[in-house]
């Protein structure tokens, strides 16, 4: 078997690739493994990396070495490819989709990481890209991708740089106007912000939907009334805890394989921090899985699944 580590140096608040290739040479040639490393040189790089290197057939590991933005992009490399698991070298400035285990802190120990296990894990599939953690739409798509334009400054790190998006976002303005269809309802007017969770935890420490879960073959979607400036504070203090069944007039909670977003003109999606834009946007679990493995002891946060509320 082939261990592949696909560095972003771009990922974080720095470039971490030397730091990264002295600890890969260092563990995977007390073990004798079959190595390589990969540094990424621009955006769509990493996926790319991942696809050649998938395509040639043999049994591979691939380590996303960077953050979110860094594994959704490895993850779409590997789609397809049952020879390929995936697992993401934490280095990001978020780091959230591991999150969702009990201890995410193991996701920096390389050698924990070489004894690894695997999981599938489901895919959301929107239009013709894929995201492994959340896909969201509207204000927290603009608010999410922007990120990035703050993480770099000194102090701005994580939830801090999330903060600040988030109030020039809101200053830019709050409510689209958006039509979903899902579990044959059509839900027409002023929304804030749409919200799909496979998994639970992004921008830096929001965690929307608690129980979501990656391998139960269903989306967790939020779909968010749009709110006054006023309401902005209250309701994303109960949103970034998952607290949305405190909001029931303005939140509504659903559970669905797939689900259509029209809106008025090109608006941004959020993938895992990834930003896309389109007017007819497609939801759904993707037909595809991800072998995902991850260090050998830690396990999925239990939490207990919520009903969705009509």
Do not use: W
């Not at 955006?43 to 860094?70: F, N, Q, S, V």
């Not at 109030?167 to 007017?189: F, K, Q, S, T």
């Not at 968010?224 to 509504?252: F, N």
């Not at 895992?272 to 946060?301: C, N, T």
């Amino acid at each position: 078997m082939k261990h592949l580590f696909i560095i972003n140096p771009a990922a974080g608040s720095r470039d971490r690739t030397l730091e990264y290739s002295a600890a890969i040479r260092t563990a995977c040639d007390a073990r004798r493994l079959n190595y390589e490393i990969r540094v990424s040189m621009g955006p769509g790089d990493c996926a790319k990396i991942a696809r050649e290197a998938a395509a040639a057939g043999e049994e591979i590991r691939l380590y996303a070495c960077g953050g979110d933005g860094t594994l959704n992009e490895v993850v779409t490399g590997a789609v397809g490819y049952h020879n390929a698991a995936v697992t993401a070298y934490a280095g990001g400035s978020g780091n959230d989709f591991v999150r969702i285990f009990d201890n995410p802190d193991a996701f920096t120990d390389l050698d924990a990481l070489l004894d690894g296990v695997e999981s599938e894990f489901d895919l959301i599939k929107v239009n013709d890209d894929y995201s492994l953690n959340i896909c969201s739409v509207g204000l927290d798509a603009r608010i999410g991708t922007d990120v990035s334009n703050y993480k770099r400054f000194p102090l701005l790190q994580g939830f801090r740089a999330y903060a600040v998006s988030t109030v020039i976002n809101v200053i830019r303005g709050i409510g689209e106007h958006y039509v979903v269809e899902l579990n044959g309802e059509r839900i027409d007017g002023e929304q804030t912000m749409i919200c799909v969770c496979n998994g639970r935890f992004y921008g830096g420490g929001f965690n929307p939907v608690p129980e979501a879960d990656p391998t139960d073959g269903l989306l967790d979607v939020l779909v968010v009334k749009k709110v006054r400036r006023l309401q902005v504070p209250g309701v994303v203090g109960k949103y970034k805890a998952g607290k949305y069944r405190q909001l029931p007039q303005l939140v509504r909670h659903f559970r669905t394989d797939r689900l259509m977003i029209h809106a008025d003109r090109l608006t941004p999606i959020n993938l895992d921090g990834e930003l896309r834009r389109a007017k007819d946007i497609s939801i759904s679990v993707a037909g595809e899985k991800v072998r995902f493995f991850y260090p050998r002891g830690v396990k999925i946060q239990q939490t207990t699944p919520a009903v969705a509320v009509p």
